[in-house]
């Protein structure tokens, strides 16, 4: 997978669980990120960094920088493991066809000047 999908991939993911971590909008909100989280969560166990960024993230949803560090150890996963990023790929393009999932993706595409998650 190309860099800059990558990037959007961990950049849209991030936004959204951000927002779940935030408790931020309403209930289909919350199981758009209730799926997000349990599916990086599981795979962010497996390395002791990224695994502390989520946590870190986890007790300040809103601090840019610990979103920062959550990308780049999300950004490394991905680059690695071509099926996890697929998954969450689909995950998100599946978030972006409910009206909450599309509102979010243009929330954190516009705050991260981002194209539209890839389709393929």
């Not at 931020?24 to 969560?41: C, S």
Request: charged content about 25%.
């Amino acid at each position: 997978m190309d860099p800059q999908t990558i990037s959007t991939i961990a950049t849209t993911a991030v936004g959204i669980l951000s927002a779940y971590l935030a408790k931020a909008g309403e209930a289909a909100a919350k199981k758009i990120g209730e799926d997000i989280y349990q599916v990086l969560k599981a795979r962010l166990g497996k390395k002791p960094a990224a695994q502390e960024a989520l946590a870190d993230l986890e007790k300040a949803h809103d601090d840019t920088d610990l979103q920062a560090a959550l990308r780049v150890q999300l950004k490394k996963l991905l680059a690695e493991d071509e099926a996890f990023a697929v998954q969450l790929q689909h995950l998100l393009q599946e978030a972006g066809r409910t009206e909450t999932g599309a509102t979010i993706i243009k929330q954190v595409a516009k705050g991260k000047n981002m194209k539209s998650l890839p389709t393929s």
